[in-house]
């Protein structure tokens, strides 16, 4: 079993930064891919980032691309969202997403391949 705490989220203007982070427990967090996703308002959940279990591969969705980033700390059982040049159209509770596949390469981009979830965080970009 693994818990995920999402913190960070906010109320900014456009064109300002964000970091998310995400605290794991339970299982050995350095051995499962991870990911982001969101989910605006009345809307469905979104994939956004995709990160490997040893952080060396990354994945984005074409919205983020360039202006997020996903990166882990294994040591800290964490993983974060750095996310620049935010609009409004990023307004969503964002959450983290663990896969339960021990050290899988691959990407996986919907919300049914990930087992474990945060309870989300919000952020809201005003114009």
């Known amino acids: 079993q693994v818990q995920l705490v999402e913190s960070g989220g906010g109320l900014v203007q456009a064109g300002d930064s964000l970091r998310l982070s995400c605290a794991a427990s339970g299982r050995t967090f350095s051995n499962y891919p991870m990911g982001w996703f969101r989910q605006p308002p009345g809307k469905e959940r979104d994939f956004v980032a995709y990160?490997?279990?040893?952080?060396?591969?990354?994945y984005y969705a074409d919205s983020v691309k360039g202006r997020f980033t996903i990166s882990r700390d294994n040591a800290k059982n964490t993983v974060y969202l750095e996310m620049n040049s935010l609009t409004p159209e990023d307004t969503a509770v964002y959450y983290c997403a663990a896969r339960g596949s021990w050290r899988s390469l691959e990407v996986k981009t919907t919300p049914v391949s990930y087992d474990y979830w945060g309870q989300g965080t919000q952020v809201t970009v005003s114009s």
């Open positions: 990160i490997s279990w040893s952080g060396g591969s990354t």
